[in-house]
């Protein structure tokens, strides 16, 4: 891809204050494009508005409440129409996979959350508009105490193809990225205490064709190629980034 492929188009970004979400947010704005990044703390965004000033916007807000929803499209449709859209926001808890609470509490997020990201800004995207939702490799496989995590994103790409041919005669292209163990805050999070959690890490590079987890900016490249006009006969489409971890 050019390094101007995205030239003053408006892309918005949500749980874009690290891991994959703020990456996607780096490429973009040293490609040249506008951006609005959406999260719940500015975290790391202060860094990337020192340099490059009024081309990023940071919007606060929470993807499971509808207000904050309501004020992100406000903010966008003061900016002009959006070109790219990424609902990144997600998390990931251990469970029980007979846990149903768990369940709901990361389709909150995972799922709930990004399709109502995408029926926020509906009205405010461009003809051409490209939207990137996240997957997970998970939904390929198994692991144990993600039962809740990976059905949430499951049921996410179950929807997302069927949106892709309902809004596709709006000139409208959508598509899923799944990564792979990716080196992300969010493995901190499971709720594992930091010997478990290396022990993971250890069993989990053993699959992975590249020997360790990937950084973000990998997954990230993937998401802005299928933003970018490059990938304009790619519709409801998964793919998968995960350093071959399915194949074995």
């Known amino acids: 891809m050019s390094q101007h492929e995205f030239e003053n188009r408006l892309a918005v970004v949500t749980g874009a204050s690290s891991g994959i979400g703020l990456s996607v947010v780096e490429l973009l704005l040293a490609r040249g494009a506008r951006v609005l990044a959406m999260s719940r703390s500015a975290g790391a965004l202060d ?12 919007q606060p807000g929470d993807v499971t409440r509808a207000a904050d929803l309501a004020a992100l499209a406000e903010v966008a449709g003061s900016l002009g129409p959006v070109d790219c859209l990424v609902p990144n926001a997600g998390i990931a808890r251990l469970a029980d996979g007979l846990d149903t609470a768990a369940f709901a509490a990361q389709w909150a997020v995972n799922g709930a959350g990004a399709l109502d990201t995408l029926a926020a800004l509906r009205d405010r995207l461009a003809p051409s508009a490209s939207v ?5 490799f998970l939904s390929r496989v198994t692991f144990p105490g993600l039962a809740a995590y990976i059905a949430s994103k499951s049921a996410l790409k179950a929807q997302v193809r069927t949106l892709a041919v309902e809004m596709a005669a709006r000139g409208v292209r959508l598509n899923l990225v799944s990564p792979g163990p990716t080196a992300t805050p969010i493995w901190s999070t499971l709720g594992l205490g930091d010997e478990d959690l290396a022990a993971v890490a ?19 490249e993937v998401i802005l190629f299928l933003l970018s006009p490059a990938a304009r006969g790619l519709y409801g489409q998964d793919l998968v980034v995960d350093s071959g971890y399915t194949l074995r």
């Open 47 to 58: 860094g990337l508005k020192a340099r490059y000033g009024d081309a990023l916007r940071w």
């Open 132 to 136: 990137v939702f996240i997957g997970t």
């Open 202 to 220: 250890g069993t989990v590079n053993q699959r992975l064709l590249g020997g360790r987890f990937l950084e973000p900016e990998a997954v990230a």
